[in-house]
């Protein structure tokens, strides 16, 4: 291939989008109407899977971002799911119906890029097994609210996918992507850090430019959000200053202050039990992985994704976190070698899943 | 490096053209509440009846059946003292019941607490806000009118130059107060003029 000709390669998709086998179709279609159904059970509108954060990313849809000093306000929320909403509403789609739409549409495309990354790394039947576990996960009901993280799964599945098969400037736009869309999207980097290291003997130097371009994708695409932050608010610590007053902020010690607040805080908020139950399932199967043969630089990305938000000093929120993490579902694939196992492991998931959902008219994901 | 400048100067360019930029009313509430934020301590001048009544109000956690609740006292020196907490319940603490202004309505317009609340809820519930040129305090200011629904309408006056509120008026149903707000730092001697608690001891 002339040098000429790698930067066109490099952009030329994932080959094509793939296909997503009817197995799938049939799994990503039965956690969607078991949510649904339990969605709709609390309240027959789209309210149940538009609320919580939901309202944050509309509003930032609506009117832009404001930042209201010492209180909760919108720009703790990340500006590329926002985006997308416009862009659905400018379909004619109602703000409410826009989110949930968004989510489940790419739920899907996130399945089916999640099950070709599986098996690119792994065999069929764990690929199978994981794309399965991962479509009725208990708190996959995220993927069908007005939440991001369908959309960030899409990418955070593609970038490794595009790097696999040399399309190195691909990888970077959907590494950018990731980034803007959640703080979580800027760990593929790990991920792509690796896959670049092995075809490092095979990459010409263009290539290798790409391929640190799309390292350093997410970093820079984050700077871009303070930066608009900065232009619209004249606050490039907007961000910051609005996650603190939602009680999140990093420090050193925050592992040790969650654990250290933990009595205290589940006394307030007895749902918490959820997250610290998720936190330390989350790394028994990031361990599986590690047992499975998953690359280090996953099962690295994995452990940022599921450890580092416990250093604002709160487990809130873990167990959704960690639904961005790939490794805890290959890991939980390595655990259920059997079909038996795997069926009783399915049914259970689903089952979880209505549970979880129903608890939504209780607490935010 | 120059790939990284251009995905950050791409990602800036997609958020400036495809998310719009906060109205100049949400600016203007924004910066208001940051004062009422900053302030726990207002000095009330309201304009409801014949004569101007001083009041002030101090914000702060109160005590309520043994629990602390984020609130505030609104004191009228001898005339009377008005617990307020948040939700807009009012009780009297002592002095006789207030007819002029009305406890609620001076509440709602002369603590900082509860004018930062409505601002804050009409800026995260994407209330009809608007702003525009107006006289009060003489001096020009901005006004900002806030529809609240049930509650009726809220109109803080605000500087121009540096939004800080300076009237605030609050009419619901056929009543309307209106309020001189003097934001000040806590000082004793105001304090006891207007019977108030030193912060930190507790109300019951």
Redesign the interface.
């Known amino acids: 291939m002339s040098s000429r000709s790698e930067p066109a390669a490099a952009f030329g998709g994932l080959g094509a989008i793939p296909r997503a086998p009817r197995w799938l179709v049939g799994w990503w279609l039965t956690g969607r109407v078991a949510v649904l159904a339990a969605a709709c059970a609390i309240k027959p509108s789209v309210w149940t899977l538009d609320r919580w954060d939901g309202r944050w990313y509309r509003?930032?849809?609506?009117?832009?971002?404001?930042?209201?000093?010492?209180?909760?306000?919108d720009p703790a929320f990340f500006?590329l799911y926002?985006?997308l909403l416009?862009?659905v509403h400018a379909l004619g789609i109602g703000w409410g119906a826009a989110g949930p739409l968004l989510s489940n549409v790419a739920f899907l495309l996130a399945l089916s890029l999640f099950y070709e990354l599986s098996r690119t790394l792994f065999s069929e039947t764990l690929a199978r097994r994981a794309t399965t576990y991962l479509a009725v996960f208990p708190l996959s009901y995220v993927f069908s609210m007005a939440y991001p993280e369908a959309f960030v799964l899409v990418l955070v599945a593609a970038a490794p996918i595009a790097a696999l098969r040399g399309r190195w400037w691909l990888a970077?736009i959907c590494a950018?992507a990731a980034a803007?869309a959640r703080p979580e999207g800027l760990f593929v980097a790990l991920p792509l850090a690796g896959i670049a290291w092995q075809q490092r003997e095979r990459l010409s130097p263009a290539m290798r430019?790409a391929a640190?371009?799309s390292l350093?994708?997410g970093?820079?695409?984050l700077?871009?959000?303070p930066?608009?932050l900065g232009?619209?608010?004249h606050d490039p610590l907007a961000w910051t200053r609005a996650q603190a007053a939602w009680g999140r902020q990093f420090r050193i010690t925050g592992l040790l202050a969650a654990f250290a607040q933990l009595p205290e805080e589940l006394g307030r908020h007895p749902w918490l039990v959820r997250d610290v139950l998720f936190f330390f399932v989350y790394l028994l199967l990031i361990y599986a992985a590690w047992r499975n043969g998953t690359p280090r630089t996953w099962l690295l990305a994995a452990a940022a994704v599921v450890v580092l938000p416990v250093f604002t000093g709160s487990f809130e929120s873990d167990a959704r976190f960690g639904l961005l993490a790939p490794p805890l579902f290959w890991g939980l694939a390595a655990l259920t070698r059997s079909t038996r196992t795997e069926r009783a492991v399915s049914a259970v998931l689903l089952v979880l899943l209505v549970a979880a959902t129903a608890s939504l008219a209780y607490v935010f994901p | 490096m120059f790939?990284?400048?251009?995905?950050?100067?791409?990602?800036?360019a997609?958020?400036?053209a495809?998310?719009?930029?906060?109205?100049s009313a949400?600016?203007v509430?924004?910066d208001a509440?940051?004062w009422l934020?900053e302030y726990r301590f207002a000095v009330d001048v309201f304009h409801a009846g014949p004569r101007p009544v001083r009041a002030a109000c101090l914000r702060g956690a109160v005590v309520r059946r043994g629990r602390p609740r984020p609130g505030g006292i609104l004191s009228f020196g001898q005339r009377s003292v008005i617990l307020v907490t948040t939700g807009g319940r009012v009780s009297l603490l002592s002095g006789s019941r207030l007819r002029v202004p009305p406890a609620r309505l001076a509440a709602d317009a002369g603590c900082t607490g509860a004018l930062e609340l409505a601002l804050?809820r009409a800026?995260?519930t994407?209330d009809h806000i608007s702003v525009e040129r107006a006289w009060a305090a003489h001096q020009p200011t901005l006004a900002l009118e806030v529809q609240r629904g049930d509650q009726g309408r809220l109109t803080v006056y605000v500087s121009p130059k540096t939004s800080r509120p300076l009237v605030a008026v609050v009419h619901a149903k056929n009543l309307t107060v209106k309020t001189r707000l003097y934001l000040t730092r806590i000082a004793a001697p105001l304090l006891h003029r207007f019977h108030l608690p030193v912060p930190g001891s507790r109300a019951r």
């Open positions: 509003m930032v849809a609506q009117y832009g971002y404001l930042l209201v000093p010492g209180r909760p306000s500006p926002p985006i416009r862009g970077a950018a803007l430019g640190g371009a350093l994708a970093p820079a695409a700077i871009s959000f930066l608009y232009g619209v608010l | 790939g990284a400048c251009g995905v950050a100067a791409s990602g800036w997609l958020q400036a495809a998310l719009p930029a906060p109205k949400d600016r509430l924004a509440s940051t934020h804050v800026a995260q994407g």
